[in-house]
């Protein structure tokens, strides 16, 4: 366990570095000039004086050569200093943590209406023996993952927040202002794992060891929760990375649908002005967040199945209980 976890360790090194040089790399290549859309250039719409231009320049060490910004950065990235916003000159961590608890709160919210959603329409479709009733709900995730994100929204403010006025339209506080963002962030999420649960319910329920637990007297809701969910999960378990993943990536498109503060309001922010340190800052965040949680699915995929250690993937070995294992445990 020890040698898989320093491997681990420095895979996500690999990866924070490979974000930090991509996006670097990526930004600078872009035509805009965050000094002068800082000091009010043309692009902003006022001029700017040279001098201006100059002296911010001077400040963010953009008049240096590209490869020494880059040695620059790097080496203040590895002290855990990013720098300051060009636009604001506030340190970038600073930023980053104002609007963190914000949308931590929208994605834990997510995950839960996310999971809660999923399992629920998952169980629904493979417990019920009416063929319609299971084809209709099993065509529903499809048209959630098809659904654009920012169309979700603008069709629950319309329905919630103007013609039923159960909760706010933009900027709401607390918990009655965080439901609709994360309903919106949700519904795609969700789909995603009523989808894959859906799959893994159904395969692992065909398995002999599901005969041998209902042979033995046990009710089909008891074997489905007791035998087939943890191993059915698993797939759905794997793909936890890719899902944070798209809630990062959501929050920017759904923060400002509903006029929220949080991560995704300074991303677009940061991104329209090309501040290139905010950016940078988000961007290693995502990749920390990416990697931690991934390490976690990791460590936890023995809880689901025992058989699957540090050195053994899923895809190593069968997911399912035997049935001799079954027959133990009933």
């Not at 039923?164 to 609709?180: E, I, Q, S, T, W």
């Not at 060891?209 to 929760?225: I, M």
């Not at 899902?243 to 649908?257: D, F, K, M, P």
Request: proline residues 6%; contains cysteine.
């Amino acid at each position: 366990m020890g040698r898989y976890l320093a491997a681990r360790a420095a895979q996500a090194v690999w990866v924070l570095w490979a974000a930090f040089t991509v996006s670097f790399v990526v930004l600078y290549l872009l035509p805009a000039d965050p000094v002068s859309i800082a000091a009010g250039g043309a692009e902003s719409g006022s001029p700017a004086s040279p001098a201006a231009i100059a002296e911010l320049q001077a400040r963010y060490g953009l008049d240096q050569p590209l490869w020494q910004q880059y040695w620059t950065a790097l080496g203040r990235a590895l002290r855990g200093d990013l720098g300051h916003s060009i636009g604001t000159g506030q340190p970038v961590t600073e930023a980053i943590g104002e609007a963190l608890p914000a949308t931590l709160g929208l994605a834990a919210l997510t995950l839960l209406f996310a999971v809660l959603g999923g399992v629920g329409l998952a169980f629904a479709a493979t417990a019920t023996r009416r063929p319609w009733l299971r084809n209709t709900l099993t065509a529903l995730p499809s048209i959630g993952v098809a659904v654009p994100t920012f169309c979700t929204g603008l069709v629950l403010l319309q329905v919630f927040s103007f013609q039923l006025r159960l909760a706010p339209a933009f900027g709401g506080h607390g918990l009655g202002g965080a439901v609709l963002p994360a309903l919106t962030l949700a519904l795609p999420i969700g789909a995603v794992i009523a989808q894959v649960l859906t799959a893994g319910l159904e395969s692992t329920w065909r398995q002999p060891f599901v005969d041998v637990a209902l042979a033995k007297g046990g009710s089909r809701w008891w074997v489905r929760r007791r035998h087939v969910l943890r191993p059915a999960s698993v797939p759905a378990f794997t793909i936890a990375g890719v899902l944070v993943g798209n809630i990062l990536a959501g929050a920017v498109v759904v923060e400002s649908v509903f006029a929220r503060p949080g991560v995704g309001r300074l991303t677009q922010t940061a991104v329209l002005d090309q501040d290139i340190p905010v950016v940078q800052g988000i961007v290693l965040l995502s990749a920390a967040v990416f990697v931690t949680v991934n390490l976690l699915v990791d460590l936890l995929y023995p809880l689901l199945d025992p058989r699957i250690t540090g050195h053994r993937k899923p895809s190593d070995t069968t997911t399912l209980s035997t049935t001799e294992e079954v027959t133990a445990r009933v």
